[in-house]
C-alpha cells in the first residue's frame, strides 16, 4: 500500500496510479498524487492537538477546497460516520473505534477516486462496521476505487467484491467457491 501512495518505492516493477508512474514522481509532484488518495491507516495517525472536526478539514484545506464549503461537507461526513456529536471534542477522548470513525472521515471527506483503507473495520462492532462497508459500496458505486485490506474473509465477502490474498509476498485470487459466504 505504501507504493501506492509513494511512502515507499518498488525495488522492481512499477507502479502506475491514475496514469503517472510513481516512481518518476518529482517530490514537488507526490503531494499532487496523495491528494487524489484517501488512505485509512490502521493506527489513525490523528492529530491529538486538534478537534475531530479538525481534524477531517484539514484534509479539504490542504487540497485546497472553497473554505466555505468545508464546513457542510465535514459534518456531512461525520454525520455519516456517526460521530457528528463528537466533532468538537479532541480524538484522544475518543474510543478505538470511535477514532477510526475520525480516520474514515478524514480519509473520505474529499471524494477522492482512490480509497486505501488498512483494516478500516478493525476496532468496530459489526453494525458499525457494515454500515463503513455500506459506505464503502456507496462510494465505489460513484466511481471510487476501493482498497480494502483485512484479515476479516467474511467481511471482505460481505463486498461482493474479488478477493485476493496475500501471503509471503505472493498475491493470489481467491475463486468464488473459496470466498466466505456471506452469513445469514
Keep these: 500500500m505504501k507504493l501506492i501512495y509513494r511512502a515507499e518505492l518498488p525495488s522492481q516493477g512499477t507502479v502506475v496510479i491514475g496514469g503517472r508512474n510513481v516512481e518518476r514522481l518529482t517530490r514537488r509532484q507526490i ?9 485509512i491507516f490502521q493506527d489513525y495517525k490523528l492529530l491529538y492537538d486538534r478537534t475531530v472536526f479538525d481534524n477531517v478539514s484539514l484534509a479539504m484545506e490542504v487540497a485546497g477546497h472553497e473554505p466555505a464549503r468545508i464546513p457542510g461537507q465535514v459534518q456531512r461526513t461525520l454525520e455519516y460516520v456517526g460521530l457528528k456529536d463528537r466533532m468538537y471534542q479532541n480524538p484522544i477522548a475518543l474510543s478505538g473505534g470511535e477514532q477510526q470513525r475520525v480516520a474514515i472521515a478524514r480519509a473520505i471527506v474529499n471524494r477522492p477516486p482512490l480509497v486505501i483503507a488498512d483494516e478500516p473495520t478493525g476496532n468496530l462492532d459489526k453494525e458499525m462496521a457494515r454500515r463503513i462497508l455500506q459506505l464503502f459500496q456507496a462510494l465505489h458505486q460513484q466511481k471510487t476505487t476501493i482498497l480494502l485490506v483485512t484479515h476479516d474473509l467474511d467481511l471482505a465477502a460481505e ?5 485476493i490474498s496475500m501471503s509471503e ?3 493470489t485470487q481467491l475463486p468464488p467457491s473459496a470466498q466466505p459466504e456471506e452469513k445469514v
Design 169 to 171: 509476498s505472493r498475491f
Design 31 to 39: 503531494p499532487d498524487l496523495r491528494r487524489s488518495i484517501g488512505v
Design 159 to 163: 463486498m461482493g467484491h474479488p478477493c
